[in-house]
């Protein structure tokens, strides 16, 4: 069962009701109230990379036990931005197509760079600044 919804309420009671009967479900607004997710899948000839963060990736995928280090450490902290961000955005901005417009202008923007340059704090700044320049009125101020 996938609930996806336009409502965080509804998803999470279906997510409830599916644990309680034992079946299978994902919750599209909140992974930790599902029992599996789905992963963003790129196929590209030959290559398929299936891709899923949950919000805490902590291991590399495939490597068996192997941490993250390295440029790996930067992505997992960019993974780690985004799923803080997420949160957020699920609680202050209602629209869901303004919260994907969110997520692709960090993406797209030079936040990794920061962060690979150990700029953290102004990875920080220009996820804010995107945030207000993209959400504009519809996020409240951080609490």
């Known amino acids: 069962m996938i609930a996806a919804t ?4 509804v998803n999470e009671a279906v997510a409830r009701a599916c644990r309680k009967h034992g079946i299978l479900v994902n919750a599209a607004t909140s992974p930790d109230e599902g029992t ?3 992963p963003s899948v790129v ?3 030959d290559l398929l990379i299936a891709i899923s963060t949950c919000g ?3 291991r590399w ?3 068996s036990g192997r941490t993250w280090s390295g440029p790996m450490a ?3 902290c960019l993974l780690e931005k985004m799923a803080n961000l997420r949160r957020r955005l699920l609680t202050e ?3 869901e197509d303004v919260r994907r417009k969110v997520y692709q202008a960090v993406v797209d923007s030079d936040v990794l760079y920061l962060l690979k340059a150990g700029q953290t704090h102004e990875a920080d700044m220009r ?4 945030v207000k320049a993209v959400a504009g009125g519809t996020a409240t101020s951080p609490s």
């Open 6 to 9: 336009n409502d965080a309420a």
């Open 36 to 38: 599996f997710v789905v």
């Open 43 to 45: 196929e590209r000839g």
């Open 56 to 58: 805490t990736a902590r």
């Open 61 to 63: 995928p495939g490597r």
């Open 74 to 76: 930067r992505v997992r």
């Open 93 to 95: 901005v209602a629209e």
């Open 127 to 130: 996820i804010a600044e995107i």
